[in-house]
């Protein structure tokens, strides 16, 4: 197949000689001069040895990165990770013809659009331009370079479609446009390329599958994965390639049953189909793919039980079933899985007890099998996974004490067998887990004292026993876990007193005591201690409540205990003189004291403090005008639910470290101060339910990529929304609703990537800088009413624009959004047919589209929306019949429908 200007690229040769001789500079002289005029153009380079010498005409052969041949010709150009930054533009391909290698790749900060100049390299053999910031689309004209054998342009911001002259390329063996933004072509112009064996598409926007890899007979490795192909796994174009190794299809909305006919690929290694919406059960035949390493179907809707054939994947190291519908027990064939290192099956509905025969895979190092719904007692074979890392058996019903043989598990690191029914002792063996560094025990029903060897377990930074029924008091030995930075003993039955023991905790951040019955002193002093969380202790401490908050006193909660807050309250006296011992960081919640009151205007300087949390008081008055000097390194802000008033000040942009500012619940007024978009580390900013006016900025989406919650609800924004927002890739949240906005939605949903995956997100921002865990809370409307989320914030994906005055239609990419969970565009002017495709919100728990002007009808494809909870499409000009199947058949209340005249 000919390229475009094939005369031109014929007669190259005759004009590169012609420029030459007219010239009165050799090949050699040219090529040296090419790649200087490159280097002057350079932004920033460390090319120090790039320059001429008059003494030698082939000096450029000595350059850092450059490899001639005998006649002096560059022949390669080897610069990766080199610090470059600038463009190609400058760089003349036309007078480099010898060569045969271009690597620049991993500088970042290559940028502008890929030369078409590039196809005249006809004796190129290896490109590679991955991890720049390329950008446009890719040049149709690398189709020329026919002696290419390996290209990886991955990692760049390339769009728009692939060009079919790619397949002109028969030499290649390795062909990488991972990592950008391109679209699919037509895939029957694209020949089949018979030496390729490494295909990588992954991370792009590919909506159908490549049909020209069935033609590519040698390939071993095909990744798909990170696109938006659906239907279903198209058997017929993969099982003819025999020689696949790797086969990687996860992260798009492939549907449907995993084919039989998967079992031709014979030599398969590795097959990782997670987060699709697959369906159906494990066919038999997947015990077929005897050379199968690794399996990765987690995060589908797979049902039924595992095949016994499962066993015949004796060379399996890696299976990964969780967040999908498998039920029964575990099979104790399980057992023939004996290369297994890594086995998760969590948040599925497995029953039954765990078969002995589990302690014979022996190479594992990570067990997860929580949330599922195990019963039984744990086999003391358990102890037998030697080498084990992390257990994790959390949120089951197993039963009955802990077998003493879990002492033997002495690389664990991890054990979680939190919200279970554990009962009986802690064998006193716990305390041979010496690497340990997460004990999760809470919410079982454990009894007895806790063993004194607890104290052996000296890496352990995170230690919760809370909601059990230990009794007796401390064992002074929890002294000797000096690594222990979180503490939770709360709602136990614990008494007596603390032992002196427990202040060498240097480095603790949260102490949770609450719900016991310790008795005498409290605290003499606790000026070592960077934390302390104390709630409802019932048989109170007595003596001196007196807290010698010290330079590393960290955290500091008395938002619920009455008795205690009452005396804290009473001694604090002015805020700013509590706060100027406090160093690092404060939380102060609903204490109410009227000390607090108009107190913001007095702030010392605190260069150190970290955190600032002041929700639920009685704060009034205006920030501070020179807030953001006087507590510059501030991480998160919490000022929320006061009577704050006035402008929000711009010092507060400068808060170069800020990652979380909640200033909802005030009275503030004025516009966004646009000093915001230097807080590029901001990743949960709430202002909702204030007066804030002015334009919704650009800048947030050029600026604040890293934003997680942006909640603007409730104020008196006005405006479009700007396209720049489509670069939120981590927004879980956008709340906008109760303003007066008003355009069209741009159609921006498609880069919302933490919309677009079903499996959880991280439920904590973790603060680096001060080690500790700090839960956002955030108040969503879903299903009809306000809820706030704390510390299963990872459990929210919304969009709410709701009582504003948009009009046009809703957005095609925002079906794409498979992971969104709560939608409301109520109350707007919205038009056109509800999406068919919006039965692909398959995680959606709240929709409501009520007070609009949409019409046609309700699409039956909403009937497999089985995760719908809540639905209102009230008022609207919707017609035709109620699809009363599937599941919104379970919608029996007819007023989510009125309004809405001639649907029947």
């Known amino acids: 197949m000919v390229v475009r200007s094939p005369s031109f690229f014929f007669f190259l040769p005759f004009i590169l000689a012609f420029s030459i001789q007219s010239s009165g500079l050799s090949t050699v002289d040219l090529e040296a001069k090419a790649l200087l005029n490159w280097k002057t153009s350079l932004k920033n380079h460390i090319l120090v040895s790039w320059f001429l010498k008059t003494s030698n005409s082939t000096s450029h052969c000595s350059w850092i990165g450059i490899k001639c041949n005998d006649d002096g010709s560059v022949l390669e150009v080897n610069l990766p990770n080199f610090d470059l930054e600038g463009t190609l533009n400058q760089l003349n391909f036309f007078l480099l013809p010898h060569l045969t290698g271009l690597n620049l790749s991993m500088n970042y900060f290559l940028q502008g659009k890929i030369p078409k100049s590039i196809g005249s390299l006809s004796k190129l053999s290896f490109l590679d331009l991955g991890d720049n910031r390329f950008t446009g689309s890719v040049p149709e004209e690398i189709g020329n370079l026919t002696e290419l054998r390996f290209i990886s342009l991955s990692g760049n911001d390339l769009s728009g479609p692939i060009p079919y002259q790619l397949g002109n390329l028969q030499k290649i063996?390795?062909?990488?446009?991972?990592?950008?933004?391109?679209?699919?072509?037509?895939?029957?112009?694209?020949?089949?390329?018979?030496?390729?064996?490494?295909?990588y598409l992954y991370h792009n926007a590919l909506i159908d599958f490549p049909a020209f890899v069935s033609r590519c007979k040698k390939l071993v490795l095909l990744d798909l994965s990170e696109n938006e192909v659906s239907g279903g796994i198209p058997i017929q174009m993969v099982s003819s390639l025999e020689n696949l190794q790797v086969l990687d299809f996860s992260r798009n909305y492939f549907q449907g049953p995993i084919p039989a006919e998967l079992q031709n690929l014979t030599r398969l290694q590795e097959l990782k189909l997670y987060s699709n919406n697959l369906k159906g059960s494990l066919p038999p035949s997947i015990g077929n793919l005897f050379m199968l390493s690794t399996l990765s179907l987690y995060n589908n809707h797979f049902t039924g039980s595992l095949p016994p054939s499962i066993r015949n994947l004796s060379k399996l190291t890696?299976?990964?079933?969780?967040?999908?519908?498998?039920?029964?027990?575990?099979?104790?064939?399980?057992?023939?899985?004996?290369?297994?290192?890594h086995l998760y099956l969590s948040r599925n509905n497995f029953t039954g007890s765990l078969p002995p025969s589990i302690g014979n895979l022996s190479m594992l190092s990570d067990l997860d099998l929580s949330g599922n719904h195990f019963t039984g007692s744990l086999p003391p074979s358990i102890g037998n996974l030697s080498m084990l890392s992390d257990l994790d058996l959390s949120e089951n019903n197993f039963t009955g004490s802990l077998p003493p043989s879990i002492g033997n598990l002495s690389k664990l690191t991890q054990l979680l067998l939190f919200e279970n029914h554990f009962t009986g002792s802690l064998p006193p063996s716990i305390g041979n887990l010496s690497k340990l560094t997460h004990l999760y025990l809470s919410r079982n029903n454990f009894t007895?004292?806790?063993?004194?060897?607890?104290?052996?377990?000296?890496?352990?930074?995170?230690?919760?026993?809370?909601?059990?029924?230990?009794?007796?008091?401390?064992?002074?030995?929890?002294?000797?876990?000096?690594?222990?930075?979180?503490?939770?003993?709360?709602?136990?039955?614990?008494?007596?007193?603390?032992?002196?023991?427990?202040?060498?905790?240097?480095?603790?951040?949260?102490?949770?005591?609450?719900?016991?019955?310790?008795?005498?002193?409290?605290?003499?002093?606790?000026?070592?201690?960077?934390?302390?969380?104390?709630?409802?202790?019932?048989?109170?401490?007595?003596?001196?409540?007196?807290?010698?908050?010290?330079?590393?006193?960290?955290?500091?909660?008395?938002?619920?205990?009455?008795?205690?807050?009452?005396?804290?309250?009473?001694?604090?006296?002015?805020?700013?003189?509590?706060?100027?011992?406090?160093?690092?960081?404060v939380t102060i919640r609903e204490v109410a004291c009227y000390d607090l009151v108009n107190t913001t205007e007095t702030y010392a300087k605190l260069p150190n403090l970290g955190q600032l949390h002041l929700s639920n008081n009685q704060i009034s008055g205006c920030i501070p005008e020179n807030f953001g000097e006087v507590v510059p390194n501030l991480s998160i802000l919490d000022l929320s639910n006061n009577s704050i008033s006035g402008f929000i000040p711009t010092s507060m942009g400068?808060?170069?470290?800020?990652?979380?500012?909640?200033?909802?619940?005030?009275?503030?007024?004025?516009?966004?101060?646009?000093?915001?978009?230097?807080?590029?580390?901001?990743?949960?900013?709430?202002?909702?339910?204030?007066?804030?006016?002015?334009?919704?900025?650009?800048?947030?989406g050029q600026s604040l990529t890293s934003l997680r919650v942006l909640s603007l609800r409730s104020n008196k924004l006005i405006g479009a929304i700007p396209k720049t927002m489509s670069s939120l890739y981590s927004l879980q949240?956008?709340?906008?609703?109760?303003?007066?906005?008003?355009?069209?939605?741009?159609?921006?949903?498609?880069?919302?990537?933490?919309?677009?995956?079903?499996?959880?997100?991280?439920?904590?921002?973790?603060?680096?800088?001060?080690?500790?865990?700090?839960?956002?809370?955030?108040?969503?409307?879903?299903?009809?009413?306000?809820?706030?989320?704390?510390?299963?914030?990872?459990?929210?994906?919304?969009?709410?624009?709701?009582?504003?005055?948009?009009?046009?239609?809703?957005?095609?990419?925002?079906?794409?959004?498979?992971?969104?969970?709560?939608?409301?565009?109520?109350?707007n002017h919205m038009i056109g047919k509800i999406p068919q495709e919006i039965n692909q919100l398959q995680e959606l728990e709240s929709m409501d589209l009520s007070n609009n002007l949409f019409s046609g009808g309700i699409p039956l494809s909403m009937s497999s929306m089985n995760a719908l909870g809540a639905l209102n499409l009230s008022y609207n000009n919707l017609s035709g019949p109620i699809p009363f199947t599937g599941h919104m058949s379970t919608f029996d209340d007819a007023s989510i429908y009125y309004g809405n005249e001639h649907l029947c």
């Not at 950008?180 to 895939?187: E, R």
């Not at 607890?454 to 690594?483: A, E, K, V, Y």
């Not at 240097?506 to 000026?527: E, M, P, V």
Request: proline share 4%; net charge neutral.
């Open 654 to 700: 400068y808060l170069k470290n800020l990652r979380t500012l909640l200033l909802r619940g005030n009275t503030l007024t004025g516009q966004i101060p646009s000093s915001f978009k230097h807080c590029t580390q901001l990743e949960v900013l709430d202002l909702g339910d204030n007066q804030l006016t002015g334009n919704l900025p650009s800048w947030i």
């Open 173 to 199: 063996w390795h062909l990488d446009l991972g990592r950008n933004n391109l679209t699919s072509t037509d895939w029957s112009r694209f020949t089949g390329m018979e030496s390729l064996t490494h295909l």
């Open 448 to 585: 007895g004292s806790l063993p004194p060897s607890i104290g052996n377990l000296s890496m352990l930074s995170d230690l919760d026993l809370s909601g059990n029924h230990f009794t007796g008091s401390l064992p002074p030995s929890i002294g000797n876990l000096f690594m222990l930075s979180g503490l939770s003993l709360s709602n136990n039955n614990l008494m007596g007193s603390l032992p002196p023991e427990i202040w060498n905790l240097k480095y603790i951040t949260i102490t949770d005591l609450s719900s016991n019955r310790f008795q005498g002193q409290l605290i003499h002093t606790a000026s070592d201690l960077q934390g302390l969380h104390l709630l409802y202790n019932y048989g109170n401490f007595s003596g001196n409540t007196r807290l010698g908050l010290g330079k590393k006193f960290e955290m500091l909660n008395i938002s619920s205990s009455t008795d205690i807050r009452r005396q804290i309250c009473k001694s604090m006296k002015l805020l700013p003189g509590f706060l100027k011992h406090c160093t690092s960081t």
């Open 318 to 341: 890696y299976l990964d079933l969780s967040a999908n519908n498998f039920t029964r027990s575990l099979p104790p064939s399980i057992e023939n899985l004996s290369k297994l290192t």
């Open 733 to 827: 949240v956008f709340d906008a609703a109760e303003n007066c906005l008003s355009g069209t939605i741009p159609d921006m949903f498609t880069n919302f990537a933490a919309m677009k995956v079903t499996e959880k997100m991280a439920d904590y921002i973790y603060d680096l800088e001060h080690n500790f865990y700090y839960m956002v809370s955030i108040d969503i409307v879903a299903k009809g009413s306000m809820m706030e989320y704390t510390k299963f914030l990872y459990l929210v994906t919304c969009i709410d624009l709701s009582r504003n005055n948009f009009s046009g239609r809703i957005p095609e990419s925002l079906t794409k959004l498979i992971g969104l969970r709560v939608l409301n565009l109520s109350g």
